[in-house]
């Protein structure tokens, strides 16, 4: 069968049943279940009324439960069994990993992405808000500040491969060097320790398009009465910006930060990419692609640790954005 023809049929199939399911279900509501014709008209169209919510949220919440809920109660339930999947073991799994130097590697490094690499996105992406809404051309900044986000992680890592390249004919970082009187040349990628923060500036580099265009938005919903103010009462454009300008706009930043910290605890792109995490550069999804086929066991448990991790930062972004929205 054709594609165009498979995603015809599944657009006219879907929207098709959840039109029929809402019909049906409404149907079977209030002529079965709390009929109008009735002794009790009223208190059975009340009833109706308080039940209708939950047939349209129904749809949601199995699809949730399906996908979501059942897998990781599942996926919990599989670290628990050993490699073969045969014997329960409990916790062995994750006293494997708290004893794996890899695993603990790993970890550390994961924690320094969440320490630089949503402090730095957020930070440029500021500075690159204010500075741009300041000039004629920041809307032709903005576009190509915000183009790499255009651009997969995988093709952004390979750019940034050729930029770390140590031949000085091809990688930028190496001719600067070379320019600037080195001789020999440098794999920057090898560098233990310091590899990770190169890593780092290309999901930087990325993201700063996405703190910029959110933190731009916010900066221009500052009401103009309160820069005024601070105008007339003498602040300088630094005290203007860091005293009144982001103190009004702190929900915002807190949840940018937090909406990068979520993507950091699941990129696994640039590292694979760039170094294989060899290097030192594992990080856990890393670590977990590595036992994926080979102790199914172990690589859920890294999966579950992952979502232990990531669980608090989307609790409090999704707070943060409610408060926002108040």
């Given at each position: 069968?054709?594609?165009?023809?498979?995603?015809?049929?599944t657009?006219?199939?879907?929207?098709?049943?959840?039109?029929g399911?809402?019909?049906?279900?409404?149907?079977?509501?209030?002529?079965?279940?709390?009929?109008?014709?009735?002794?009790?008209?009223?208190?059975?169209?009340?009833?109706?009324?308080m039940?209708?919510?939950?047939?349209?949220?129904?749809?949601?919440?199995?699809?949730?439960?399906?996908?979501?809920v059942?897998?990781?109660?599942?996926?919990?339930?599989?670290?628990?069994?050993?490699?073969?999947?045969?014997?329960?073991?409990?916790?062995?799994?994750?006293?494997?990993?708290?004893?794996?130097?890899?695993?603990?590697?790993?970890?550390?490094?994961?924690?320094?992405?969440?320490?630089?690499?949503?402090?730095?996105s957020?930070?440029?992406?500021?500075?690159?808000?204010?500075?741009?809404?300041?000039?004629?051309?920041?809307?032709?900044?903005?576009?190509?500040?915000?183009?790499?986000?255009?651009?997969?992680?995988?093709?952004?890592?390979?750019?940034?491969?050729f930029?770390?390249?140590?031949?000085?004919?091809?990688?930028?970082?190496?001719?600067?060097?070379?320019?600037?009187?080195?001789?020999?040349?440098?794999d920057?990628?090898?560098?233990?320790?310091?590899?990770?923060?190169?890593?780092?500036?290309?999901?930087?580099?990325?993201?700063?398009?996405?703190?910029?265009?959110?933190?731009?938005?916010?900066?221009?919903?500052?009401?103009?009465?309160?820069?005024?103010?601070?105008?007339?009462?003498?602040?300088?454009?630094?005290?203007?910006?860091?005293?009144?300008?982001?103190?009004?706009?702190?929900?915002?930043?807190?949840?940018?930060?937090?909406?990068?910290?979520?993507?950091?605890?699941?990129?696994?792109?640039?590292?694979?990419?760039?170094?294989?995490?060899?290097?030192?550069?594992?990080?856990?999804?890393?670590?977990?692609?590595?036992?994926?086929?080979?102790?199914?066991?172990?690589?859920?448990?890294?999966?579950?640790?992952?979502?232990?991790?990531?669980?608090?930062?989307?609790?409090?972004?999704?707070?943060?954005?409610?408060?926002?929205?108040?």
């Amino acid at each position: 069968m054709s594609p165009i023809i498979q995603g015809i049929l599944t657009i006219f199939i879907g929207v098709g049943g959840c039109v029929g399911y809402f019909w049906a279900s409404n149907m079977v509501l209030d002529k079965v279940i709390f009929p109008a014709q009735s002794k009790n008209p009223g208190r059975n169209i009340n009833r109706a009324n308080m039940v209708r919510p939950w047939l349209f949220l129904f749809p949601a919440m199995f699809a949730l439960g399906l996908y979501l809920v059942y897998p990781v109660i599942g996926s919990f339930w599989r670290s628990l069994f050993n490699r073969s999947g045969e014997d329960f073991i409990a916790l062995g799994n994750y006293t494997a990993l708290a004893q794996d130097p890899t695993f603990r590697t790993a970890f550390v490094n994961n924690f320094m992405w969440m320490l630089v690499v949503p402090a730095a996105s957020t930070f440029f992406g500021l500075l690159v808000a204010q500075l741009t809404d300041q000039l004629k051309w920041g809307n032709i900044a903005k576009s190509l500040i915000f183009m790499p986000m255009a651009i997969s992680f995988v093709g952004a890592s390979l750019i940034w491969r050729f930029m770390y390249a140590n031949n000085p004919d091809i990688g930028l970082l190496n001719a600067i060097r070379f320019a600037m009187g080195a001789t020999e040349a440098l794999d920057v990628l090898q560098l233990q320790f310091w590899n990770n923060f190169f890593l780092m500036v290309i999901l930087i580099w990325i993201q700063t398009g996405f703190a910029m265009v959110i933190l731009s938005g916010a900066l221009r919903g500052i009401p103009e009465e309160t820069i005024e103010a601070a105008i007339i009462d003498g602040a300088n454009p630094f005290q203007i910006f860091f005293k009144i300008k982001v103190p009004q706009i702190m929900g915002t930043i807190v949840v940018v930060w937090t909406t990068i910290t979520i993507l950091v605890l699941k990129v696994f792109d640039i590292v694979y990419t760039m170094t294989g995490g060899n290097f030192g550069t594992e990080i856990l999804p890393s670590y977990m692609m590595s036992y994926m086929f080979r102790d199914d066991g172990r690589a859920t448990a890294v999966a579950f640790v992952i979502m232990i991790i990531v669980l608090p930062v989307m609790i409090w972004n999704i707070r943060q954005a409610r408060a926002e929205m108040r």
